[in-house]
């Protein structure tokens, strides 16, 4: 089946540190993937996001590199801020007969200290 | 340009009363899909409208079930609410059915 695994957090940084988020996924054909990031008490908003193997999607600051051959989606950032703080959601696509649906990771929450 | 809007907002029901939570897309975008996000959980497919019809369904009781009128908002009902339907209700439009999904806030239901 198609599934996403991310790493648990929370992840606890300080302002300017070098982040990381993995990711992995399972799936049958080739899915989009993308990165989500929700703040508190509001929606998703879409941060990044990549449709095919070695394509980069970059957004503020934040990269991940679709990885085939290691089925990986790993979001990083090279200084983070304060104002980064949020839950962060790994996705991919899953396609049926025209219409797509997305398939989420559970989320890890990123706290960053001043 | 208005994006995807929910509401209500907030919503408290009592175990075992009917629920609908209302959807309007984003301009232009004719597919409405719905999502469940629990506590602490990554969202969760409920099911997709595209022309008035559902089309395609996460693993969800037939408790829940919807609608997409003709101008192509949406409506999402849950019946015989259970404590464990109290979650965020996302709804997401898009401009065709495979294309990218655009969120709204989300409708906080919780079920007492």
């Known amino acids: 089946g198609n599934s996403v695994t991310q790493m648990e957090g929370p992840v606890t940084l300080s302002e300017e540190a070098f982040l990381t988020i993995n990711c992995t996924y399972t799936a049958t054909g080739y899915p989009s993937l993308f990165w989500y990031v929700q703040y508190p008490g509001e929606g998703l908003q879409l941060l990044l996001k990549a449709t095919k193997a070695d394509d980069k999607g970059s957004n503020k600051g934040f990269e991940a590199t679709y990885r085939k051959e290691t089925t990986s989606f790993h979001l990083e950032k090279g200084s983070v801020q304060v104002s980064d703080s949020a839950v962060y959601f790994c996705a991919q696509t899953v396609m049926n007969t025209g219409f797509q649906k997305l398939v989420f990771g559970t989320g890890t929450r990123l706290l960053v200290s001043p | 340009d208005a994006g995807v809007t929910q509401s209500p907002t907030h919503l408290i029901k009592t175990r075992g009363q009917q629920v609908t939570l209302r959807c309007s897309p984003k301009s232009g975008h004719d597919t409405v899909s719905w999502y469940q996000q629990a506590l602490g959980q990554g969202p969760q497919f409920i099911f997709q409208y595209y022309e008035e019809e559902e089309r395609q369904r996460g693993n969800f009781p037939d408790r829940f079930s919807g609608h997409q009128f003709p101008n192509y908002s949406s409506e999402l009902n849950v019946n015989a609410l259970l404590l464990g339907d109290s979650a965020l209700y996302l709804c997401?439009?898009?401009?065709?059915?495979?294309?990218?999904?655009?969120f709204g806030p989300g409708t906080r239901l919780t079920v007492t």
């Open positions: 997401a439009s898009s401009l065709s059915p495979g294309t990218e999904q655009y």
